[in-house]
């Protein structure tokens, strides 16, 4: 149960210190020593997987200074001191200030074992329960921002909430429109690092000369022009996000730095010889194959397997037609309270056009036909002429994919029931508990 977790352990007298180590490793616990709080307050972090245990006489900072110190980033995290004869008063105004226990000198490796065991269940149930509270939070919130019902989306919203607080760098793939910066923010708020920067990058929308100075920053004086010290966008996303769009565009000069920054996590602003340390996750997207642009040598090898530890695919709007009708009531909403519009009616007319259609600027498109609609340009629909004609689904496809989304969309109206649905869509029960079965949905069975 407390194997994942560590004891820290400040204790400034070495032998009583390796006393402590010792007879917590016997019992399968792993420790870290160190003599003053001062060298402790280096390894410490809001979430920290483990427990303390500190004497109270320390050089310099004592050990209820400490106590103090750290629970003012996390008083949740459990601190063991251990005290000396004449400390009991301090000790019990310890407890008073939120000390998890105290251990009085001298003591048994028996009881200490114990005393550290209750604390690292304690500690360990307190990460469980943020984790657990950080999961429904940022599943609210992907389920909230990436909408639809088709399979395709419940496997991408799964797999942002598995990877949103991991520190696996991602790859985002996906036809242009398709909401890949929408996904990395969804990453990023979903995740721990969701108060650091989010900051994005356009790779292909500045020139090279421009480029290493924008990400890795500069200093006074690096080049004519560079008046004043300039934080780098790398720089800027410390604590948090940094999002590369169109990461395929990247000049090949560039890629090999970012890859040093990646493999260091560190970097040199121009101009200096100090490396900065930095901690941002790098989440890329890219509408191309980059594995095949690696293979036809027109992007880094290296740089491609460095940034595709984990890879988030995602669907274009013409392979998840069910969700059209949904996600066009949804922008209507948005574009109705941007521009301060009635929200105009949808027919049937309008949703087999949406449905119908092959939608190559895919979920961008599909908004910017929702904005017109709501200021009036046109009536519900994209404008198909002639040349619009050849990118129309196949008929039958088209009524399918109709026929589904009517029938997903009932059944999420009368929240699962087979009765209500089919009386709304004017069908026998039977027919449609089949057409269900056909189009792979599914019901609550209520009557």
């Known amino acids: ?227 004043k010290r300039r934080i780098g966008k790398i720089e800027y996303a410390d604590g948090g996000t940094l999002f590369l769009d169109e990461i395929e565009t990247m000049p090949v000069s560039m890629q090999i730095k970012l890859l040093r920054v990646l493999q260091e996590r560190t970097l040199e602003r121009l101009g200096s010889n100090t490396l900065i340390p930095v901690d941002c996750r790098i989440v890329a997207a890219t509408k191309e194959d980059l594995r095949a642009l690696a293979d036809q040598g027109r992007f880094r090898a290296d740089l491609y397997y460095r940034l595709s530890v984990a890879t988030v695919p995602l669907p274009p709007l013409r392979e998840r037609r069910e969700d059209i009708p949904l996600l066009f009531q949804h922008f209507l909403l948005q574009a109705a309270a941007r521009h301060g519009r009635p929200v105009p009616p949808s027919d049937a007319a309008c949703i087999r056009q949406l449905v119908g259609y092959q939608w190559p600027g895919n979920v961008r498109e599909l908004r910017n036909v929702a904005d017109r609609c709501v200021l009036g340009i046109e009536s519900g629909a994209p404008p198909f002429g002639k040349e619009e004609d050849e990118r129309m689904h196949p008929l039958a496809d088209t009524v399918n994919a109709f026929e589904r989304a009517l029938i997903a969309d009932a059944l999420q109206r009368h929240g699962g029931s087979l009765a209500r649905s089919a009386e709304a869509l004017g069908v026998a029960k039977t027919t449609l508990h089949d057409k269900i079965r056909k189009y792979g949905l599914s019901d609550t069975g209520a009557a």
């Open 1 to 227: 149960m407390t194997e994942a977790l560590k004891v820290l352990i400040i204790e400034d007298d070495p032998d009583v210190r390796l006393g402590c180590e010792q007879a917590l490793q016997l019992e399968g616990i792993q420790t870290e020593g160190v003599a003053s709080a001062e060298a402790a307050r280096l390894l410490l972090g809001k979430d920290f997987r483990g427990v303390i245990v500190s004497d109270i006489r320390l050089p310099r900072m004592d050990g209820m200074s400490f106590l103090r110190e750290v629970h003012a980033v996390d008083a949740q995290l459990p601190v063991v001191l251990i005290t000396g004869h004449g400390d009991i008063s301090m000790a019990v105004q310890a407890m008073k200030d939120g000390a998890y226990d105290f251990i009085q000198k001298p003591f048994s490796p028996e009881y200490l074992v114990e005393v550290v065991r209750r604390a690292l269940e304690n500690r360990l149930l307190t990460l469980e329960v943020r984790d657990l509270r950080s999961r429904l939070d940022g599943r609210d919130q992907i389920e909230a921002r990436l909408i639809g019902n088709t399979a395709s989306m419940l496997k991408l919203r799964k797999l942002i909430a598995g990877l949103a607080d991991s520190a696996a760098d991602v790859l985002i793939q996906g036809e242009t429109g398709t909401g890949k910066e929408l996904v990395a923010r969804c990453l990023h708020e979903a995740s721990s690092r969701r108060k650091g920067n989010f900051v994005a990058i356009n790779c292909g929308g500045m020139p090279e000369t421009l480029f290493e100075s924008e990400i890795f920053g500069h200093e006074a004086g690096a080049y004519t022009g560079a008046s």
